[in-house]
């Protein structure tokens, strides 16, 4: 699961990669096929996200008759929560289990969420820390989710710039 999580949306640390000619030959059909469904699937993530953002729009424009104003509310809402949860908050918990700075945090969770991926932060690696078992799936998820959270961003962006 953390493998996919770091080869499908490439992201390429450099701390896992294939040792043995079958492996890499596998990484490479597997990227094949691997790489569009994980756009496939950072995609469809991305429009339930906008997709309940939506709907709580919807629903409080119903209640209150505040078409502009509660859509906005809304959007600025979720985007507060994505900061929250993808670049504010995370950096927290890699302070605690990686010893990391704030800042440290912070720079890895953009680097990974925008698919950078240098490889000069990877979580889990510091043979003096004991990490517990939930860890590295917790990250996968965030990353996962994350991911699709800051496409929907960059659409935005994108969408007003044009």
Same mark, same amino acid.
């Given at each position: &699961?953390?493998f996919? *999580?770091?080869?499908l !949306?490439?992201?390429g640390y450099?701390n %896992?990669s @294939?040792?043995?000619?079958?492996?890499?030959?596998?990484?490479? +059909?597997?990227a094949?096929?691997?790489?569009?469904l994980?756009?496939v699937?950072?995609?469809?993530?991305?429009q339930?996200? %906008?997709?309940? /953002?939506q709907?709580?729009?919807?629903?409080?424009?119903?209640?209150?008759?505040w078409q502009k104003? /509660?859509? %906005?509310l809304?959007? *600025?809402?979720a985007? /507060? *929560?994505?900061?929250l949860? &993808?670049?504010?908050? @995370?950096?927290? +918990?890699?302070?605690?289990?990686e010893?990391?700075s704030y800042?440290?945090? $912070? =720079?890895y969770?953009?680097? *990974?969420l925008s698919?950078?991926? &240098?490889g000069? =932060?990877v979580?889990?690696?510091? !043979?003096?820390r004991? =990490? @517990?078992?939930?860890y590295?799936n917790?990250?996968?998820?965030w990353?996962l $989710?994350?991911m699709?959270? +800051?496409?929907?961003?960059?659409?935005?962006?994108?969408?007003f +710039?044009?």
């Amino acid at each position: &699961f953390r493998f996919n *999580t770091s080869f499908l !949306p490439c992201l390429g640390y450099g701390n %896992l990669s @294939p040792s043995t000619v079958a492996g890499r030959i596998f990484c490479v +059909l597997f990227a094949l096929f691997g790489i569009p469904l994980n756009l496939v699937l950072l995609n469809e993530i991305g429009q339930l996200m %906008l997709l309940g /953002v939506q709907h709580c729009a919807h629903r409080l424009e119903e209640v209150f008759h505040w078409q502009k104003k /509660v859509s %906005l509310l809304i959007k *600025t809402c979720a985007l /507060v *929560t994505g900061l929250l949860l &993808f670049l504010l908050l @995370p950096p927290l +918990l890699f302070s605690d289990k990686e010893g990391w700075s704030y800042e440290e945090g $912070f =720079y890895y969770s953009f680097i *990974t969420l925008s698919t950078i991926g &240098f490889g000069d =932060y990877v979580i889990g690696m510091n !043979p003096d820390r004991t =990490y @517990p078992g939930w860890y590295k799936n917790v990250i996968s998820l965030w990353i996962l $989710f994350g991911m699709a959270w +800051l496409a929907l961003v960059i659409k935005f962006c994108i969408n007003f +710039l044009e």
